[in-house]
């Protein structure tokens, strides 16, 4: 089992649905995270969460709504999406405090938009 | 403003030496990252140096230099399982807000 995982890991939604990621950390991590990867570009921080508190917000549209219900456990809500939306969203944890403080990545959930 | 710059693209030949660059303009950056990403997969943890120098570990090594806002990973004895993305990535405090280059895809031929 990996240390963070998402699901789903494909999912293709209407531009009128409500749909959720969610990504689940196994490795006592007390920061969690949500990227997104659209091809050829940077990484994109989302969301940041530490000790189950948000921290940061990139400015992200309001379509896109964070929820971390404990330290372990973080989710996507996302409703009336834009095909431009379409990307692989990536859920990271980190344990602030550590030397390093690297992320731990999951496999990602790719998210088409129709 | 935070900007990371490395090339789009590089092609090396297995068992030859590559070095992949970094350049960043950023302000609060205490340490550099590199993470390295296959194809469909998530990315994974290479190296971290908060200090100048020369990070070696194994094939792998790490330079920075924070006065001149430069970064390089140096890949040796290149493998085929080598081919993937290579994303460097500059944060604030540890891993907190980390921020990543594009990436540089690396591809590896006989």
């Known amino acids: 089992e990996t240390g963070v995982t998402q699901t789903p890991r494909h999912l293709v939604m209407g531009m009128t649905n409500k749909k959720s990621l969610k990504c689940e950390q196994h490795l006592g991590h007390n920061a969690m995270y949500w990227y997104k990867q659209s091809a050829k570009k940077p990484l994109e921080l989302m969301f940041v969460?530490?000790?189950?508190?948000?921290?940061e917000n990139n400015s992200v549209p309001s379509r896109f709504s964070p929820e971390c219900p404990n330290s372990s456990h973080l989710f996507l809500h996302l409703h009336t999406l834009q095909p431009e939306d379409s990307a692989l969203y990536l859920c990271?944890?980190?344990?602030?405090?550590?030397?390093?403080?690297?992320?731990?990545f999951g496999e990602g959930s790719r998210l088409t938009v129709l | 403003g935070q900007n990371i710059d490395q090339p789009t693209e590089m092609t090396a030949t297995e068992g030859a030496i590559v070095q992949i660059n970094c350049t960043y303009q950023t302000s609060g950056f205490n340490g550099l990252f590199w993470y390295q990403q296959h194809a469909g997969e998530a990315p994974t943890f290479l190296s971290y140096n908060v200090l100048d120098g020369l990070e070696e570990k194994g094939r792998f090594s790490s330079f920075l230099s924070r006065s001149k806002g430069y970064s390089y990973l140096l890949l040796k004895e290149l493998q085929m399982k080598d081919s993937a993305s290579y994303l460097c990535a500059g944060a604030n405090t540890g891993g907190f807000k980390t921020i990543f280059g594009a990436g540089t895809r690396l591809f590896v031929k006989a």
């Open positions: 990271a944890s980190s344990q602030e405090g550590s030397y390093t403080g690297e992320l731990f």
């Open positions: 969460y530490s000790l189950e508190e948000r921290v």
